[in-house]
């Protein structure tokens, strides 16, 4: 079964840090650039980052710029987002997916979608 699994969330306090993984089963992330997403209930998936892996190019969304880092561990075939200086408004689910997308914080063109995790950052 081809999978994607975000793991790493969890409850922290605003200010503090959490680091996701994304780790590919079925598939090796090898071949994809990674995007990471986020959704709260009542409002729209948004696009947090993307990682080309080939190059290393990276992007992020304004809301999160300065604060996330995505990085990819190739040894190891795993992709992180390091998250800084959590806020109250950073508590969402959080997904990873892989794929080639033409514009890389849309969903679209993300060829596989995994299991969320739970980030709640409280005031």
């Known amino acids: 079964e081809v999978q994607l699994q975000a793991s790493g969330g969890g409850l922290v306090q605003a200010g503090e840090s959490l680091r996701l993984s994304c780790v590919a089963s079925g598939f090796t992330v090898d071949n994809y650039a990674i995007g990471w997403f986020r959704q709260t209930p009542g409002k729209e998936c948004e696009g947090v980052s993307h990682i080309n892996r080939n190059n290393g190019i990276t992007y992020y969304a304004n809301s999160v710029k300065g604060r996330f880092t995505a990085t990819s561990d190739n040894a190891n075939h795993t992709v992180y987002l390091q998250m800084n200086c959590l806020q109250p408004g950073d508590t969402a689910v959080y997904y990873c997916?892989?794929?080639?997308?033409?514009?890389?914080?849309?969903?679209?063109?993300?060829?596989?979608w995994g299991h969320g995790t739970q980030v709640t950052v409280s005031s």
């Open positions: 997916a892989a794929g080639w997308p033409t514009i890389p914080l849309l969903q679209h063109g993300y060829d596989y």
